[in-house]
C-alpha cells in the first residue's frame, strides 16, 4: 500500500507563487508516473501535470508555463511549484502515483487527501 501525503496549499494572491509538496511511503521511482491533479466544485477532477520515473513532464494547456513539476527520489517527494497564480487556479490539489506491472498486469492508483489551493484578492 502507497500512502501520498500532501502539503504547502493556502491562501495567495493572484499573481502570487505556492509550492505544493507531496511525500510518498515508498520510493517514488518505483511509481510509473506521479501527478498533481485540481478539483473545484461540481466539476471533474482534472489532470494539472505529470512526471514519469525517468523524468519526463506533462502540462495541461492552462499551466504551461507557469507550473513546474519536479521529484526529489532521495526524499521520496514531488513537488508541484505555481507562479503567477491565477483565480481560476483555487481547487483542491491532489497527490496522484500510478503503478504498472504485476501478474497479471495491474494499473493501481495511489491519492493523497488533498490541499486546498485559493488564489483571491
Known amino acids: 500500500q502507497v500512502q501520498l501525503v500532501e502539503s504547502g496549499g493556502g491562501l495567495v494572491q493572484p499573481g502570487g507563487s505556492l509550492r505544493l509538496s507531496c511525500a510518498a511511503s515508498?520510493?517514488?521511482?518505483?511509481?510509473?508516473?506521479m501527478g498533481w491533479y485540481r478539483q473545484v466544485p461540481g466539476k471533474q477532477r482534472e489532470l494539472v501535470a505529470s512526471?514519469?520515473?525517468?523524468?519526463?513532464?506533462n502540462y495541461t494547456d492552462s499551466v504551461k508555463g507557469r507550473f513546474t513539476i519536479s521529484r526529489d527520489n532521495a526524499k521520496s517527494t514531488v513537488y508541484l511549484q505555481m507562479n503567477t497564480l491565477k483565480p481560476e487556479d483555487t481547487a483542491v490539489y491532489y497527490c496522484?502515483?500510478?503503478?504498472?506491472?504485476?501478474?497479471?498486469?495491474?494499473?493501481?492508483?495511489?491519492w493523497g487527501q488533498g490541499t486546498q489551493v485559493t488564489v483571491s484578492s
Open positions: 515508498v520510493n517514488i521511482f518505483s511509481i510509473n508516473i
Open positions: 512526471i514519469t520515473s525517468g523524468g519526463i513532464t
Open positions: 496522484n502515483g500510478v503503478m504498472i506491472g504485476g501478474w497479471p498486469l495491474q494499473v493501481r492508483n495511489y
